[in-house]
């Protein structure tokens, strides 16, 4: 048994239940369990049973009570459900927490749909989770695989639908995906649709368009999805709407670089003119960049100093080369480049390009 805790200023790690026990009774269990005290006021609580995935070992929930310990602080709930909720089903369920004067989330079902090509025909070797985040947490990994519904095939298409219920989630944001496998396999997931069950509308669109090589003997394949719009049923709305949602995806899909340009210490090394540079990966090259606004200097590059500047472009992956070059304007146009280091944060990687002339 696994309690996850979610409060105003965060989340819990999964919290076993295993060698916690402090009093047992008939039909009762009681834990004694220390959380962060950075939590805030906690809002939900996730529960489940981990590591059965061959078992058919089933827990009756009857009733749930929790008190702080220093405060006297009491929450309960009656729960009345069993785990799994059904053969082979969702091994987790989700709970507000109530607390006087303050209004608690509700429960919401949502519908996962799943778009790909070849999923259904190799799901009985597939172990997929998706994890769905928004504005009040996370629902954790749940299984995709396990009780599927509303199944469709075609030729070259197939969706189905995995019901999941969780505390309402607010607007959505990303969701993760985890993929292993006990043998090697191919993957094409297209997107993934995803909405309240009681509602049409809104309806939060990820595409993935992916076909994920699995392999047996590797770590699982873990890939975060962020919203690509949002069908709000007002054509209106869905164009405000989507526009945000492309901008906000392109800046999460950005990558900033810190460039240092170091100036040679010798005569005549300066220049007044105008520098541009585009960075070179093994995955993609950015488009020209002007390098006019140097966090240390007014003047950039005189003799003997170091100017730092930052862009945003695209993910090149690992840089192999760069073109820095000036357009020769100005009355002091020739420069001595010493060499040039860019920082990629993203990948904890410095680059570090000599030039020497």
């Not at 990558?255 to 220049?271: F, M, N, P, Q, S």
């Not at 820095?324 to 010493?338: N, P, Q, R, T, V």
Request: proline share 3%; aromatic share 8%; hydrophobic share 35%.
């Amino acid at each position: 048994l696994v309690m996850v805790f979610y409060g105003s200023n965060g989340k819990s790690n999964p919290v076993s239940m295993e060698n916690k026990v402090e009093h047992q009774a008939k039909n009762e269990i009681t834990y004694d369990i220390h959380l962060p005290s950075d939590l805030g006021m906690l809002y939900k609580v996730r529960l489940g049973l981990q590591s059965l995935e061959n078992s058919i070992s089933q827990l009756c929930l009857r009733h749930f009570k929790m008190q702080n310990t220093s405060t006297l602080d009491t929450f309960s709930l009656t729960i009345n459900k069993t785990l799994p909720l059904s053969l082979n089903g969702d091994r987790w369920i989700e709970f507000p927490v109530e607390w006087p004067l303050k209004e608690a989330l509700s429960v919401v079902t949502y519908h996962l749909t799943v778009f790909s090509r070849n999923i259904l025909s190799e799901r009985n070797l597939v172990h997929m989770t998706a994890c769905i985040y928004g504005t009040h947490g996370d629902t954790g990994d749940r299984s995709l695989l396990w009780s599927l519904q509303n199944i469709q095939q075609g030729e070259d298409n197939e969706s189905f639908l995995v019901i999941v219920d969780a505390v309402e989630l607010g607007e959505l944001d990303k969701v993760v995906l985890l993929i292993s496998s006990k043998t090697d396999c191919k993957l094409d997931i297209k997107k993934l649709h995803l909405k309240e069950a009681v509602k049409e509308h809104p309806i939060y669109v990820f595409e993935v368009n992916e076909a994920f090589s699995v392999h047996a003997n590797k770590p699982e394949i873990q890939r975060e999805i962020p919203v690509s719009f949002v069908i709000r049923g007002d054509k209106k709305k869905n164009d405000i709407d989507n526009n945000l949602h492309k901008e906000g995806s392109q800046a999460r899909n950005l990558t900033e670089y810190t460039i240092k340009v170091y100036t040679g210490d010798k005569r005549g090394a300066g220049t007044d003119a105008n520098v541009h540079i585009i960075l070179f990966g093994n995955e993609d090259k950015s488009e020209v960049f002007q390098l006019s606004q140097s966090l240390e200097h007014q003047d950039p590059f005189e003799r003997g100093k170091v100017d730092t500047f930052k862009i945003n472009t695209k993910k090149l992956g690992s840089l192999h080369s760069i073109e820095i070059g000036h357009d020769g304007k100005g009355f002091a146009s020739g420069w001595f480049l010493e060499k040039v280091e860019i920082t990629d944060a993203s990948r904890n990687s410095v680059y570090c390009f000599n030039c020497y002339r």
